[in-house]
């Protein structure tokens, strides 16, 4: 696996040595079964690091996009605030346009913040803008658009490995990332590249690519230690 910043040396060891372990409970001679067996694990190792992605927090599931998109209308909240063309102009208050909007928020943007890339600096803009409250939400949807983009480097991946991400992830294509599997007698390569731009700028994000692994580590170590004891079973031999 490859990715723009580097994971922890001892997790990809101890990755290797779980995997050494699985297979060597499966038989060296059995070429089809480690490929399924890396073909499944590669799968487990790309959900672990899309369900503990910004804005998922356990589970890529629509309460994550929804939390997505609340976040970021809070962003919008920081420089804007929607009222009616009524109320600001009984109140003698300018309304500013979408397009008004559209750019306090480009200038108030910090690189690689949340899910979407897409964050505003709190200390960015102390007088906020009144805008009206069709372009303001207007907007927002169009910004709302942008959660998931963080994970979309592994959409290549989920789509080769056999599993479909949810449709908030999808829908930035799989331009952003590539998977590519080797296959030969002894088993199969399994590597995949995100390259999404500002991915490298958010903050902990190797450390959940790193937490992923680990997570798929002791996945594998309990595998390898369930089909030991099922054929211990078998056998009649008692283990700890």
């Known amino acids: ?3 723009t910043f580097t994971l922890n040396k001892d997790t990809v060891a101890a990755y290797k040595k779980a995997f050494r372990e699985m297979a060597a409970v499966m038989g060296k001679n059995d070429p089809e079964s480690l490929q ?16 503990i992605t910004p804005p998922a927090k356990g589970k890529a ?6 939390r997505g998109e609340q976040a970021i209308l809070n962003d919008i909240l920081r420089i804007a605030i929607p009222v009616t063309a009524t109320s600001a102009k009984k109140a ?6 979408g397009e008004q ?9 910090v690189r690689g913040g949340g899910s979407s890339g897409h964050r505003v600096n709190p200390r960015s803009r102390k007088h906020r803008l009144l805008v009206r409250r069709d372009e303001f939400m207007a907007f927002a949807k169009l910004i709302h658009g942008y959660v998931g983009w963080l994970c979309a480097g592994l959409n290549a991946a989920a789509s080769k490995l ?21 296959s030969s007698p002894s088993g199969i390569r399994i590597r995949f590249l995100q390259d999404v731009p500002f991915a490298d700028a958010v903050a ?8 992923a692994l680990q997570k798929e580590v002791k996945a594998l170590l309990n595998q390898a230690k369930a089909v030991v004891r099922k054929r ?8 700890k």
């Open 92 to 97: 003698g208050q300018t309304i500013a346009d």
């Open 204 to 211: 902990g994000y190797a450390r959940k690519w790193n937490w």
């Open 61 to 66: 599931d629509a309460s994550a996009r929804k």
């Open 36 to 51: 399924k067996l890396a073909l499944l694990s590669g799968r487990r190792v790309v959900k672990n690091i899309v369900d």
């Open 101 to 109: 909007l559209a750019e306090t928020y480009r200038r108030s943007l």
């Open 232 to 239: 211990a079973r078998k056998t009649g031999l008692k283990l």
């Open 162 to 182: 056999g599993f479909k991400l949810p449709q908030w992830i999808t829908r930035h294509g799989q331009k952003y990332g590539k998977i590519e599997i080797k």
């Open 1 to 3: 696996m490859k990715a």
